[in-house]
């Protein structure tokens, strides 16, 4: 059964920077394209980078230029480097696969508790 555990989050400023991980267990983590993404209570979740099996990497527009997703395989870990935070970055982070791992009983989607991102003076 696979298991994500994300952290880092926390309260920052505008400007600031945070870097996010997530350890991931029980999968064959290095074949899998993985991903953060967030959530704000009210909304959608939301895909904000993406890093494939190879390493190549994708980014959500409102991310670009400000955030690095990267991956170590051997660590099973996958990271995210936040810079120039937002106040609009604010929302609980997650990782996970891209599509996102599914529970074997009940075919739902499975999330880890994510991590909470604060962005504010």
């Known amino acids: 059964q696979v298991q994500l555990v994300e952290s880092g989050g926390g309260l920052v400023q505008p400007g600031g920077s945070l870097n996010l991980s997530c350890a991931a267990s029980?999968?064959?983590?290095?074949?899998?394209?993985m991903a953060w993404y967030r959530q704000v209570p009210g909304k959608q979740r939301e895909l904000v980078a993406e890093?494939?099996?190879?390493?190549?990497?994708t980014y959500a527009d409102s991310v670009k230029g400000r955030f690095t997703i990267s991956r170590d395989n051997a660590k099973t870990t996958a990271y995210l480097q936040m810079n120039s935070l937002k106040p609009e970055d604010t929302a609980v982070y997650y990782c996970?696969?891209?599509?996102?791992?599914?529970?074997?009983?009940?075919?739902?989607?499975?999330w880890g508790q994510g991590t909470q991102v604060t962005v504010s003076s």
């Open positions: 996970n696969r891209v599509p996102p791992f599914t529970i074997a009983t009940t075919k739902g989607e499975y």
């Open positions: 029980g999968t064959m983590f290095r074949i899998y394209s």
């Open positions: 890093v494939t099996s190879r390493g190549t990497t």
